[in-house]
């Protein structure tokens, strides 16, 4: 079994910041990319962040580009999504997701809530 765990989320207001955590456990026998979810109500689960296997790489969706950083423990599947200046916007439940040997693996997701 894998599984992995998100935490750090939380309400916070306008321009403030949160540090969201995710760790996988289980059954994974490699380094994989990683990477951060997030959907609002109502609306489709969209690609926020992701980082290759040795952390080289990352990438953003334009809406959080200079805002956020993800990144990664070196050798490890623990990923983090540093959140600066967050906007109402930014409201959603972040998922964390990784493919492993084919296969796609999401956490539970944690919720961030921004106020105005």
């Known amino acids: 079994q894998v599984q992995l765990v998100e935490s750090g989320g939380g309400l916070v207001e306008a321009g403030e910041s949160l540090r969201l955590s995710c760790a996988a456990s289980?059954?994974?026998?490699?380094?994989?990319?990683m990477y951060w979810f997030r959907q609002a109500p109502g609306k489709q689960r969209e690609l926020v962040a992701g980082?290759?296997?040795?952390?080289?790489?990352?990438n953003y969706a334009d809406s959080v580009k200079g805002r956020f950083t993800i990144s990664r423990d070196q050798g490890k599947n623990t990923v983090y999504l540093q959140m600066n200046s967050l906007k109402p916007e930014d409201t959603a439940v972040y998922y964390c997701?990784?493919?492993?040997?084919?296969?796609?693996?999401w956490g539970q997701g944690t919720q961030v809530t921004v106020s105005s």
């Open positions: 289980g059954r994974i026998f490699s380094i994989n990319p």
């Open positions: 980082v290759s296997q040795n952390g080289g790489r990352t």
């Open positions: 997701h990784m493919i492993s040997g084919g296969r796609h693996f």
